[in-house]
């Protein structure tokens, strides 16, 4: 089946408002293995943090490696100032044995690791052994022996050459069978355990490369630093030694906050990339003068008490984080803090006047939500010390009533509808926005968005929010985003990496549920790192040249939704495609963003008024054989943003889009010294 469409583009009138490059921004999360999967350390638990896993007392990841009959282990507190807890080992010389600790890992290679362990030792321990062995073969990757110096506490570093890549290998830290044995007596054949960690050395800034290589591209404008857990996160927790920084638990997500992921690493990694920090405080266990702190920390100068520490931590010049966000979800029922709209509101404005008090250029976001009735107060209230308002943009097919019975054409066309709910979220705002000067200032701030295929805890296979069906969605939602960029300012796209399912960043194969899922690596393929198609449409639209809005008409068929409930916007008559454009400054450069959200291809003509197109059309798309095509470690590469080149007189006959796909048009004009015709 095929249909006829119509594109009209104006391209005399493009709008008075610039397209701001935060729209395209993304969202780092301290959920389910985000931090695991984007930061470098292939081993977890490297503190013996956690509680005993097994009948013997050894810290979580960890597990014996001993042939000793009589080997002891027992957890103890920590080295001075550190935390977590310390692994103590307890071997006896009479057992003459090996004893020690494993864990499970997979390994990079040719690769150096630098090793580093904090320990100590009974006197007749002399040294220790690291090995990194293939647990299918034994086959030994690397090797490394380090002297013990001291019987008390003592860090010790070291550098582990990993021969080849290894997705199952074990990491072995013991005392070999054949160390000099001792004489037993009562305080012989201890060893103790502080922190045990490899890094890469192509890790930048504690990141696996391989998620900057592939972050780099997405161009995001933006990155922000939220989530549930923030609201019951204290900032001074993740700043200073690493090592000493707390053992923190994830409230909200549970096991552990990552540590070696504060402040300052969240910095680096924003610098690395080239985007603007957005940061959110705690609202929820945190006070005010907490959230104070934290601006101080960043912007303050070395004479300020906060800025003093961060020089003392290393960064002596300000980061200058000019935009806050104060409260995330705080309407809701999981969040730390949650309380009335009004509540919220009181604490929203003491937090702003705090935070500016110390920095009055900050900008400050507010929470808010698609529902007038918390946004209302919210404005009322706080409305004149922030500068946006926040919203949080989730679309499943659970709004329509449908479920897993519901025919998969059904709800696949449920969730393409993803804009027109956009559209209405934003024009509610809008209306309580302008309907006050006090307020009137404020724009909104998509912090959060994405598809979200509710209910998401039964889930069986490979998850929805990696399809090609998502993609299309939510480039159907960016470009109602865009539309409405006089607007709408900011978006962070949830999430970056990993996390829970909508990570646009994979690394290896954790496809969990929101609940229940299946463990990292069960393919065998964790070291694999590649994008979903969501991560091919965020990284087409963040870089493409567009300035200004233009206006577009779009004559083409419609498709009707199916739904069991009733719902708060008309379903009927859905256009197959969702089209915007826009022109670079100069006004050379013409790009067209077409989601064709049907089930069937469009042919589809154009027609630009007050622009002649020199040369030929840039074409890229995004498609597959079926909007429920996935990219995974078996196939990484499946759904893929492709160009070409397509004349211009294609498209004056007529270009046919594919069912269930993107595409991207960049129309040049002719050019006369330097300036376009």
């Known amino acids: 089946m095929q249909t006829n469409a119509m594109i009209t583009i104006d391209c ?3 709008a008075e408002h610039t397209v ?19 930061l470098a350390f292939p081993l977890r638990d490297m503190d013996f943090e956690s509680e005993k896993a097994g009948e013997s007392a050894v810290s979580g990841s960890w597990f014996p490696f001993t042939n000793g009959r009589n080997t002891q282990y027992a957890l103890e507190a920590p080295a001075l100032r550190h935390s977590g807890r310390a692994q103590r080992i307890r071997i006896v010389s009479d057992d003459e044995a090996y004893a020690g ?47 013990l110096k001291s019987h008390n506490w003592q860090e010790y570093e070291a550098s582990l050459p990993v021969s080849r890549n290894c997705a199952d290998a074990e990491i072995r830290v013991y005392v070999p069978a054949d160390h000099p044995r001792w004489t037993d007596h009562v305080s012989t054949g201890m060893l103790w355990l502080d922190h045990v960690s490899l890094l890469p050395e192509d890790n930048i800034g504690l990141v696996k490369r391989e998620v900057i290589d592939m972050a780099r591209p997405l161009n995001a404008g933006m990155m922000r630093l939220s989530g549930n857990y923030i609201s019951a996160y204290h900032w001074e927790h993740g700043v200073g030694p690493v090592l000493e920084r707390p053992v923190m638990y994830n409230e909200a997500w549970g096991g552990w906050t990552s540590k070696y992921f504060g402040t300052d690493e969240f910095i680096r990694f924003c610098q690395e990339l080239q985007v603007e920090p957005l940061i959110s405080v705690n609202d929820g266990s945190g006070t005010a003068e907490e959230a104070a702190r934290w601006v101080e920390y960043c912007n303050g100068s070395i004479d300020t008490p906060m800025g003093a520490l961060r020089a003392a931590n290393g960064h002596p010049e300000p980061y200058n984080v000019r935009y806050w966000e104060i409260g995330n979800e705080v309407w809701g029922d999981w969040q730390v803090g949650t309380c009335s709209a009004d509540e919220f509101a009181k604490r929203c404005k003491a937090f702003a006047l705090a935070m500016k008090a110390v920095d009055s250029s900050i ?8 529902d007038p009735e918390w946004n209302k107060p919210v404005l009322d209230i706080a409305g004149e010390q922030i500068d946006y308002l926040t919203m949080h943009l989730y679309h499943g097919f659970g709004r329509f ?43 909104l701030a998509v912090t959060e968005y994405n598809t979200m295929y509710f209910p998401n805890t039964v889930r069986k296979g490979l998850p929805d929010e990696h399809t090609l069906g998502a993609a299309v969605a939510n480039a159907a939602n960016l470009n109602e985003m865009l539309r409405r960029s006089d607007m709408v300012h900011i978006g962070s796209f949830s999430d970056l990496v990993n996390g829970w399912l909508g990570g646009c960043i994979r690394v290896g194969d954790y496809y969990a549920d929101q609940y229940r899922g299946k463990k990292p690596g069960w393919s065998g393929l964790p070291l694999t790192v590649y994008g979903t198609p969501t991560y091919e449409v965020l990284k087409l639209y963040a870089n493409r040249d567009i300035r200004r809005i233009l206006p577009v008409d779009a004559e083409c068929g419609t498709f009707a939704v199916q739904s069991p409930k009733q719902t708060r916007i008309g379903l009927d008559a859905v256009p197959d495609l969702d089209v915007t454009a ?11 963003l ?10 589809a003509k154009l027609d630009l008024l007050s622009f002649e197109p020199f040369g030929d059309t840039i074409l890229h798309e995004i498609t597959g054989d079926s909007f429920e095509d996935i990219n995974s470690v078996f196939e990484p590469e499946r759904i893929k943003c492709l160009p070409r080149v397509v004349p211009v007189s294609a498209w004056q006959d007529g270009y046919p889009l594919r069912k269930t796909s993107v595409y991207a048009v960049e129309i040049k004009k002719e050019q006369r010294s330097g300036v376009a015709k």
């Not at 209306?431 to 724009?443: C, D, G, Q, T, Y």
């Not at 826009?582 to 067209?592: A, H, K, Q």
Request: charged fraction near 30%.
């Open 12 to 14: 005399s009138r493009p």
């Open 20 to 38: 701001n490059p935060y729209l395209f921004g993304h969202f780092v999360e301290d959920i389910r293995d985000h931090m695991e999967a984007m």
């Open 101 to 147: 600790i494993a864990q499970n890992a997979a390994l990079k290679g040719p690769m150096t690791y630098t090793v580093r362990i904090v320990a100590r030792a009974s006197v007749e321990l002399r040294y220790i052994i690291l090995d990194a062995v293939d647990r299918r073969t034994e086959e030994l990757l690397g090797r490394v022996k380090m002297e």
């Open 363 to 370: 900008v400050i976001l507010g929470c808010g939500h698609t």
């Open 401 to 443: 009533g449908m479920n897993r019975d519901t025919p998969a054409e059904e709800r696949y066309k449920a969730i393409a509808t993803f804009p027109e709910w956009t559209r209405e979220d934003i024009r509610q705002a809008e209306e309580l926005i302008r309907a006050n000067p006090k307020h009137s200032h404020v724009k």
């Open 582 to 592: 826009g022109i670079n400054e100069d006004g050379s450069v013409i790009t067209l």
């Open 594 to 603: 077409i989601v064709n959200r049907s089930l069937h291809e469009v042919k």
